[in-house]
């Protein structure tokens, strides 16, 4: 903030008199110039008599922080300091059940986080979010959903798919075993009729 300073005789409101200067002359009073905030500005610009006001802004992303406007005041002096523009923010995200975020912490504008389900999940919803210059997220979270492996191709099971939270599992009829792949199913009198002949 500036003052009057040393040396200066006010006469109105919005002049003053230079002591020892020449008779009858008055200067207008004038307020230091001003520069705009770092990734914002202000309008309009050169104005710094009495009485002028001085409005700011903040580019796309930003957020005014301070006063948005001064004044220029009769003691040479502005109504507010200058403000300042901050990087919005965005709220933070949790990651949706049965999946996972790529990034965690803060989020500032234009970050993006993308989402992931663990397996047997498949997402539901946007596969990723941008922090927006209203502190907004473009999307709501996504959802995982568990996966029916049994809804296609019976899961590749040879006779009946159970489906569980996050996989599915084979089973066989009666009479009937398991293959080694999980899969299959085969005779089970043969199978053993198989075993013994290996094993004699």
Same mark, same amino acid.
């Given at each position: 903030?500036?003052?009057?300073? =040393?040396?200066?005789? %006010?006469? @109105?409101? +919005? ?25 914002? %500005? ?36 502005? &109504?507010? @300091? ?7 923010? /965005? ?5 949706? +059940? ?29 596969? &990723? ?8 997220? %473009?999307? &709501?979270?996504?959802? /995982?959903? +568990? ?9 590749? /099971? +040879? ?34 009729? =198989? ?6």
């Amino acid at each position: 903030m500036f003052g009057m300073g =040393e040396g200066r005789v %006010s006469i @109105s409101s +919005d002049t003053y008199a230079v002591p020892n200067g020449p008779p009858g002359v008055a200067y207008v009073v004038q307020c230091p110039a001003l520069t705009p905030p770092d990734n914002g %500005s202000l309008s309009p610009t050169g104005v710094n008599s009495y009485n002028d006001e001085v409005m700011f802004t903040c580019n796309q992303g930003y957020q005014l922080e301070g006063a948005s406007s001064v004044r220029c005041q009769a003691n040479r002096t502005w &109504s507010s @300091s200058l403000p300042t523009c901050r990087v919005v923010q /965005c709220p933070a995200l949790t990651p949706p +059940d049965n999946g996972s975020l790529s990034t965690t912490g803060v989020s500032y504008y234009n970050d993006e986080v993308m989402f992931t389900c663990n397996q047997g999940y498949e997402l539901e919803g946007a596969s &990723s979010v941008r922090c927006q210059a209203n502190q907004t997220w %473009s999307s &709501s979270v996504p959802t /995982c959903t +568990d996966t029916d492996e049994c809804a296609a191709v019976n899961g590749r /099971c +040879d006779h009946i798919c159970s489906n569980f939270p996050g996989g599915y599992r084979c089973f066989c009829h009666l009479g009937f075993v398991l293959m080694a792949d999980a899969h299959g199913c085969g005779e089970q009198f043969i199978i053993i009729k =198989e075993l013994l002949a290996v094993g004699t």
